[in-house]
């Protein structure tokens, strides 16, 4: 198996899709970037084009040497290349060190986060990406069906923990689709690109946020049965105490959770306690 069937790697090279990866972040020329898995460079020519600041992270040790040398060669100063894994690197703290990073009042300076994902850690990269303290806007090109559980709206097939996980504390928009073709190689599935900016209101504090995502995965893997069954098994709460506490939160207890919005399953982990 190839270097690039391991890691997942599909490369997009095409210039007018790259460019509107680009517009996506809705860049300035003051940004920080954060490029998970630059590969072999075609995005980050793209932003470094723009003016922005890139912090460019690839797994591969070849094609981060290949960066290096494309690095030294334009002699920029707006480019930090870093070896190794998205998953386990400190973002924040790369960005807060950086030498392409200038100073900030911020502890961690403002920054953006871009990146064409392997679809199989999207997930973990998503989680990671919105932990505290969170970028002004993340944006991954990523399978269809995940952008498409991202995005979901309340009743919708889709719908589910993720969404609800990622919409709380984010306004999601699914941008455009991008065929197998696109990419070399061809995955065996079709693309799209999500732009995911952090609400000025979360639903839940970053403290609350990991209990609200275990207690809507809960809620999640009953999501057929009647939402007082759903709590009750969900709280461990007797049923009197449950159909209480959704009358005054005015939940119908016979509804369905896929049906509830992000605000109302925010409310029920606040009644929760």
């Given at each position: 198996m190839s270097r690039q069937q391991r890691l997942g790697q599909h490369f997009l090279s095409d210039p007018r899709l790259l460019s509107k990866i680009v517009d996506a972040l809705d860049p300035t020329p003051e940004d920080?970037?954060?490029?998970?898995?630059?590969?072999?460079?075609?995005?980050?020519?793209?932003?470094?084009?723009?003016?922005?600041?890139?912090?460019?992270?690839?797994k591969d040790r070849r094609l981060a040497g290949e960066l290096g040398t494309q690095k030294a060669e334009r002699g920029t100063q707006r480019l930090t290349i870093v070896h190794g894994d998205a998953l386990q690197?400190?973002?924040?703290?790369?960005?807060?060190?950086?030498?392409?990073?200038?100073?900030s009042d911020f502890r961690?300076?403002?920054?953006?986060?871009?990146?064409?994902?392997?679809?199989?850690?999207?997930?973990?990269?998503i989680d990671k990406a919105l932990t505290p303290p969170l970028p002004e806007r993340i944006v991954f090109l990523v399978q269809r069906e995940v952008a498409e559980r991202l995005a979901a709206r309340p009743g919708s097939r889709d719908y589910g923990a993720l969404s609800v996980g990622v919409q709380a504390t984010c306004r999601v928009e699914q941008l455009f689709r991008v065929k197998p073709g696109a990419f070399h190689p061809a995955p065996r599935v079709a693309s799209a690109l999500v732009r995911l900016t952090p609400r000025q209101d979360p639903l839940v504090s970053a403290e609350q946020l990991g209990a609200f995502r275990a207690f809507v995965t809960a809620c999640f893997t009953r999501r057929r049965k009647q939402l007082r069954n759903v709590v009750m098994a969900a709280t461990g709460r007797p049923a009197a105490a449950v159909l209480a506490g959704l009358e005054r939160l005015g939940l119908d207890p016979a509804a369905r959770p896929e049906t509830l919005r992000p605000e109302a399953f925010a409310r029920l982990l606040r009644w929760r306690g």
């Open positions: 920080v970037v954060v490029e998970i898995g630059a590969g072999k460079g075609s995005l980050t020519e793209q932003l470094l084009a723009r003016g922005l600041r890139v912090i460019a992270i690839e690197l400190d973002w924040h703290a790369l960005v807060d060190t950086g030498s392409a990073v200038p100073r961690v300076p403002r920054f953006k986060i871009v990146g064409n994902i392997p679809y199989a850690i999207t997930s973990p990269l």
